[in-house]
């Protein structure tokens, strides 16, 4: 014989049962519900009411700066949400004329870009072709874009993004970087580590050993702007003890005063 349920059991029952699937209910609801935002949500940031709409470049002077974002997938047009500043940055400082590069998303529509390039200072000779240096020794270019100071110390074999790493070619650089705009024409720097020497202006300068490069060239430009004879000489070995050198004068051969007697006879 079969006993029957007791009601208040079986009630019982059907209220946990019941209360379980409220609860499955109210989960499924819930989940749907952020699903369907976060549907939403990602719609909208990929729109195009948040789609770029401005790209603002600073600095960019020599670097294509414009060509390296639409590689990197900052056009007009494109999702802000998938812009990746960090990732844009690292493409940026990738070209060999960029020293520094930031770059801002600006909800909701614009992406700005802040670059700081080398700046192409001397020309160095490497092999065949030519290296454009920076004050820093970064090489911006190769057989291009030449500047008028010229270094005459043979350097390796570098490709655009390298650094040189010479004492003496570094030490120009920071000689040529000190010296006035008005200096820097026809200006040449040779020599090696212990024994630098310039040509300036119709001026053979001394420079010494690859210290206090900055001192020397301070000191030139002053000496230059007091007034010094054209074709002298001048010793900045010290900087703090510079010698001028005043050309010395013509003597006149032989033969031109041959010439000079027989002309007064």
């Not at 820093?136 to 390298?162: F, N, S, T």
């Not at 050309?247 to 010439?259: A, D, G, I, L, R």
């Amino acid at each position: 014989m079969t006993e029957g349920i007791d009601p208040r059991l079986a009630r019982r029952r059907r209220e946990v049962q019941e209360a379980g699937a409220r609860r499955r209910l109210r989960w499924t609801i819930w989940l749907l519900g952020v699903a369907i935002v976060a549907g939403l949500v990602v719609a909208v940031l990929q729109s195009s009411w948040l789609a770029v709409e401005a790209i603002t470049i600073e600095g960019a002077a020599n670097a294509d700066v414009a060509g390296i974002m639409y590689a990197a997938g900052v056009e007009e047009g494109a999702a802000m949400i998938s812009i990746r500043a960090g990732g844009v940055e690292e493409k940026l400082r990738e070209d060999a004329w960029i020293a520094e590069a930031k770059v801002r998303v600006v909800w909701p529509r614009q992406v700005e870009a802040i670059v700081v390039e080398y700046i192409p200072i001397a020309r160095v000779k490497s092999g065949d072709t030519w290296l454009v240096a920076s004050p820093e020794g970064a090489v911006v270019a190769r057989g291009q874009r030449l500047v008028e100071p010229y270094i005459d110390i043979e350097a390796p074999a570098l490709q655009p993004g390298d650094t040189i790493d010479d004492p003496a070619i570094n030490a120009a650089l920071e000689f040529v970087a000190a010296l006035p705009v008005e200096l820097k024409t026809g200006l040449v720097v040779a020599g090696g580590e212990s024994d630098l020497v310039a040509r300036v202006l119709g001026h053979e300068v001394l420079l010494g050993a690859t210290t206090d490069m900055a001192q020397k060239a301070v000191t030139l430009a002053v000496l230059l702007g007091d007034g010094v004879p054209l074709g002298a000489s001048i010793n900045l070995v010290s900087p703090v003890r510079p010698a001028v050198t005043n050309p010395q004068p013509e003597v006149e051969t032989s033969e031109e005063v041959t010439t000079q007697t027989s002309g007064s006879g």
